[in-house]
């Protein structure tokens, strides 16, 4: 069974789910301070093998969703991740205070769990780059204690707003082999509006005056979330815009660890990642790579000539694959 779903959060994501996952997933939760933190491992065996934490994006979107008794991996169904299930196993963290799983009919329409019409308050309030960092590095704790973990070949990677966490889990346990970016966004993710205004102009969709117009909107816009302290009363916090809106290039730099980034050249976000190897090399840092994909958007899908995306031509296979091949080629193993 085949299913498309889509959802948004300044951008549009899309997903694809393939068959019942349930057979493979194992449920965990473990208590950090006042925080009971869930998450799954997909793996075929117990057999002690290279450990991926897979970080994913925005939205509270539960990692696994059961579709008339079908159960999928929201966060991985962009590509076949069993395919890997020989040689890893696979770790994906739930957002805070989301259900692990939660039945498609008590989703909205873009598959986020909001029971009340809104964002559960809890998650709202621990929606920030810090705390997901604090929860992945109690995870990182328990599975540095497990016998099918191997110790030295934990991977983190993560797309989107997870691969801020993703990084900075990299900065702050140097025994992490390898950490993969994927729509990566250097300056952070509100840069994005802007950059995108001129890439408008570019195309000839707006022209100078009405960009100019929109950016110093969204400066104004930007202004109330760092200097106001009345929080907004639905939606993502001014606290979770902070935290994900700062530029990540010298966290990046300062990783002691192979990184890899891939991107698509028409994601407005992660146009700037082209710019990294100037860092990069700058710092002295060799052991990274980078991939942009041509014409591709956020979800490495394929921009068709009218701009819009084409959902049936993604590369997400392509990417993941070539990540775990480059890990596998650097001096990892």
Aim: aromatic share 14%; hydrophobic share 35%.
């Amino acid at each position: 069974m085949k299913k498309s779903i889509f959802v948004a959060l300044l951008i549009l994501f899309h997903f694809f789910a393939s068959g019942n996952d349930s057979d493979f997933i194992t449920n965990y939760s473990i208590t950090e301070g006042n925080d009971t933190i869930s998450f799954i491992r997909i793996a075929k065996d117990n057999v002690e093998k290279p450990t991926i934490i897979f970080c994913q994006g925005s939205l509270p979107v539960p990692v696994v969703i059961n579709s008339q008794g079908e159960k999928w991996v929201s966060a991985l169904s962009n590509f076949d991740f069993f395919s890997h299930l020989d040689r890893y196993h696979y770790v994906i963290i739930s957002m805070p205070n989301i259900p692990i799983c939660v039945d498609e009919e008590k989703l909205n329409n873009r598959y986020e769990y909001t029971p009340k019409g809104n964002y559960v308050e809890e998650y709202r309030q621990n929606d920030y780059l810090e705390k997901y960092v604090e929860r992945g590095n109690a995870v990182l704790k328990f599975l540095r204690q497990q016998e099918w973990v191997k110790k030295n070949k934990i991977i983190t990677v993560g797309h989107s707003q997870g691969s801020f966490v993703a990084l900075k889990l990299g900065l702050q346990n140097v025994d992490i082999h390898a950490v993969g970016c994927l729509s990566f966004n250097i300056l952070g993710r509100y840069s994005q509006f802007i950059l995108k205004q001129r890439n408008a102009v570019r195309y000839g969709i707006i022209t100078d005056s009405i960009a100019q117009k929109n950016i110093d909107e969204k400066y104004e816009w930007w202004q109330n979330v760092c200097r106001d302290t009345t929080e907004f009363e639905t939606g993502n916090t001014k606290r979770t815009w902070r935290s994900f809106s700062r530029p990540f290039v010298d966290d990046i730099v300062n990783l002691k660890m192979p990184v890899y980034v891939a991107f698509g050249t028409e994601d407005d976000g992660a146009s700037m990642c082209d710019l990294l190897p100037l860092f990069f090399e700058l710092k002295g840092k060799h052991d990274y790579k980078i991939h942009a994909f041509i014409g591709c958007g956020h979800n490495f899908e394929q921009i068709l000539p009218d701009g819009k995306s084409d959902y049936e031509n993604m590369h997400w296979q392509d990417v993941m694959d070539e990540f775990i091949d480059w890990c596998e080629k650097t001096d990892l193993y």
